[in-house]
């Protein structure tokens, strides 16, 4: 039959839906990839190009109080966190990060920062080269709760990559009915596949959920280290759990 893709005599999928090789099930969108590893593809939302700090916002109020110079942005400790005006759900996420080239402090104090995912659940930045700490706060630990699978970190002055993919919790009627969950790779390398959040990030406790909207800003924190970031964006993450 002219135009026909597939099969229409092939047994359903579970679900009823679509048979196997079903031709009229819907073609995947067409996207882009970017001409270099890590750039954004054509669907994606650039946060940060390098060139500007507009679309960020001092999570004290106020505009982003750090330095912006050479394609990347840069803490300015006593600034405070930051985050994007742009509020987001579930979404694949790049992140480009720099530890300070000049070694300073140890443990949790040798450069520390964090990505926040919808300003609430912490992905460790932390210059974890030779740097022992306790293994939950250490680089691309989902801090407090997991550490991450394995140590990826290049040597501080280096710039290293985030690949994110995060599910957001979700409530019905003020009841929790999916926790968030999270993948992470680290240089390329996984360090977290689909792990399950306790709740948000906090410090020395055990946490818990505590319900807010389905989406939030990415929030980068001032944790007094002069880390850098560049080349931010995310995709928004859709039809991963539709039959
Ligand atoms: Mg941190």
């Known amino acids: 039959m002219p135009g ?59 505009p982003a109080g750090w330095k912006l110079e050479n394609g990347y942005m840069e803490v300015v400790p006593g600034a405070g966190d930051i985050q994007t005006v742009e509020e987001f759900g579930d979404a694949q996420i790049h992140i480009e990060l720099c530890e300070p080239e000049v070694v300073k402090g140890e443990g949790q104090g040798r450069g520390n920062s964090g990505v926040f995912l919808m300003g609430r659940y ?7 080269y030779n740097n022992p700490t306790y293994p939950d706060g250490t680089s691309a630990a989902i801090y407090g709760q997991y550490p991450p699978l394995v140590n990826a970190c290049r040597p501080p002055g280096q710039w290293s990559t985030y690949d994110i993919i995060w599910e957001t919790p979700r409530w019905h009627d003020g009841l929790l009915i999916k926790p968030a969950y999270v993948t992470v790779l680290f240089n390329g390398i996984v360090v977290h596949n689909h792990r399950r959040l306790l709740g948000y990030t906090s410090h020395r406790v055990l946490t818990e959920y505590v319900e807010h909207p389905p989406v939030g800003p990415l929030r980068l924190q001032d944790h007094g280290d002069l880390v850098r970031y560049r080349n931010i964006w995310y995709r928004p993450l859709v039809g991963y759990d539709e039959d």
């Open 122 to 128: 912490e992905i460790q930045v932390l210059d974890c």
């Open 4 to 62: 026909q893709l597939g099969y229409d005599d092939t047994p359903f999928l579970p679900g009823g839906k679509w048979r196997v090789h079903d031709g009229n099930r819907p073609q995947p969108p067409v996207v882009t990839p970017a001409d270099v590893p890590g750039g954004p593809p054509s669907d994606a939302v650039v946060l940060f190009d390098g060139t500007s700090l507009d679309g960020w916002i001092s999570v004290g109020g106020g």
